[in-house]
C-alpha cells in the first residue's frame, strides 16, 4: 500500500490529487490528508474513502513547525511509513510592492508557501529515505519568472524552486526523487483568496484567466510527474517557452508578464 501524505488537500489542486490518486490506486492507497479547515477536509477524504482508498485526516496549519512534525508523526503512527509527500499547501498574493506598507503578511506568505513545505520535508525526510520514495513540490511558474504585482509570491515560490533544486541533487543517492511541479494560473480560488496590498483577501484575481487550465488537468499532469519520477513538470507551452526566452530576451519576458495583468492592477 502506499501512503501519501498531501497538505493544503482541502481544495483547489491538493484535493483534486486526492481524488485522482484515490480512483487510481482504490484500496492500494493510503491517504493523509493535512489542510486549516477540517470540514471541508472531510467532505474530500469522504470522497476518496468511497472510492476505495484509506484516508487519515489531520487539521494542519503548515505555517506551524510543530504542527507539521505532528502530522507526519500521526501519518507514521497510523500507516507505519511515508512513501510520497506532496508539498502542495500554499497561498496567493496580489500586490505591488510599492502599495505595501506593512509587509508583515509576507512573512506570513513566506512561512505557508515555503517553510511548510520545508518543515514537512524535514520531518517526513528519515521515513521517505526507508522507503526510497518521492517528494513533491508544488511551485508556480512565478517560481520561475518574477510576475510584475506579485513580488511576495515570487519570492516564496523562488526559494521553494532553490530549495529543493539542491535537495533534489543531496537524495540523488538515498533513491528519493524530487518533483517540483510549476503550474501556470489554474482555475481554483487561490488568487481571490490570497492577501492584497493590506494583508486581506483579495476578493479577485489579477490575472487574467480566459485560458486558465483546470484543476483536473493539473492535477494530472502532477500525478503523471511524480509517478514517472520527472525532475520538473513545467505547465503550459508559455511557461516552457518563457524559462528559456528569459535567459535570451529577458525584456520580453518582463513584456509577456506585464501583458498577462489585468489593467487596473498594473503599475502606474
Known sequence: MQSIVITGASDGIGAELARQLARRDGAGAALVLAARNPATLQGVADTCTAAGAQCLVVPTDVGDPAQCRALIDAAVRRIGGIDTLVNNAGMSAQALFEDTTDLR??????RVNHWGAVWCTHAALPHLKAARGRIVAVSSLAGLVG???????????????????????????????V???YPGVV?????????NAAGQAAGASGLKED???SVEECARLIVDGMTRRQREVVMTTKGKIGRYLKLLAPGVVENLALAALKDDVKPR
Open 211 to 213: 485560458d486558465a487550465m
Open 187 to 195: 482555475a481554483t480560488q487561490i488568487r481571490y483568496r490570497g492577501y
Open 105 to 110: 503578511w509576507t512573512e506570513d506568505l513566506m
Open 179 to 181: 518533483t517540483t511541479a
Open 147 to 177: 510576475v510584475p504585482g506579485r513580488t511576495a509570491y515570487c519570492a516564496t515560490k523562488f526559494a521553494m524552486t532553490g530549495f529543493f533544486e539542491a535537495l533534489r541533487a543531496e537524495l540523488k543517492g538515498a533513491g528519493v526523487s
